[in-house]
């Protein structure tokens, strides 16, 4: 595709509910890349792919979180039992290659409000 | 560890320059700069390697000084379009993982007429 596309745009969830945010990468991007931006601060690192190995999770806030890219394109960032401080907009980037020397992609993100 | 950005906003009149400075307590490998509309993508204006370099996009130009493990972002004659909020991204020599690429908490930049 021509840029990073992330679904749904937002998502609103009663606490306690399972969801399911999805990015589709651009095509050919070896790298993923998953981050969370709480209102008005920077994008925090979730976890990363190269491919479908997932290579760093050590963002990961607690084992409510569990990403997956199981054919090394299409990613889905999962949160169970949602809590409300889970709310937040949730950053998908993909790149070529994923060395530290070039530039992510970001999509527009899905916004997440937990009620 | 995160990197530390200054200031947290800037309000220019149109044509002014302003500084952004971004920090770090660890030895850099590379410094990424990102610029955020609100409601938009984060969209990329440059990365920087260690080494030193100094590099310009139009009228955003950025520098690293590996020494100090700062990066500062340029902007210069400021545009309206600059309004928006840079973050910068940091890559340390000990980090884990090359994906790790972590960010400041933004400066926000508003240019006014």
């Known amino acids: 595709g021509a840029g990073v596309s992330q679904s749904p745009r937002y998502k609103v969830a009663k606490r306690g509910q399972d969801v399911a945010l999805r990015c589709d990468p651009i095509?050919?991007?070896?790298?993923l890349f998953w981050y969370q931006q709480a209102l008005g601060q920077g994008p925090e690192f979730l976890t990363y792919?190269?491919?479908?190995?997932?290579?760093?999770k050590s963002g990961l806030p607690s084992d409510r979180f569990f990403a997956e890219r199981p054919e090394g394109s299409v990613s889905t960032l999962k949160i169970q039992r949602t809590q409300q401080e889970d709310s937040a907009v949730y950053l998908c980037?993909?790149?070529?290659?994923?060395?530290?020397?070039?530039?992510?992609?970001f999509g527009s993100g899905t916004q997440l409000s937990v009620l | 560890q995160q990197p530390v950005q200054s200031p947290q906003a800037v309000i220019l009149r149109e044509g002014e320059d302003a500084v952004i400075n971004c920090s770090s307590s660890?030895?850099?490998?590379?410094v990424h700069w990102y610029r955020q509309k609100h409601g938009e993508a984060p969209v990329f204006l440059m990365i920087?390697?260690?080494?030193?370099e100094q590099k310009g996009h139009d009228k955003i130009s950025a520098s690293f000084n590996e020494k100090k493990q700062q990066s500062s972002l340029y902007l210069t004659a400021s545009q309206l379009s600059y309004s928006g909020t840079y973050f910068c991204?940091?890559?340390?020599?000990?980090?884990?993982?090359?994906?790790?690429?972590?960010f400041g908490a933004g400066t926000q930049v508003v240019v006014t007429p």
């Open positions: 920087l390697l260690k080494g030193g």
């Open positions: 660890k030895a850099l490998y590379s």
């Open positions: 991204g940091t890559l340390t020599m000990t980090t884990d993982s090359w994906g790790k690429l972590q």
């Open positions: 095509s050919g991007h070896v790298s």
């Open positions: 980037a993909s790149s070529l290659l994923g060395t530290g020397r070039e530039k992510l992609f």
């Open positions: 792919f190269q491919n479908e190995a997932q290579l760093d």
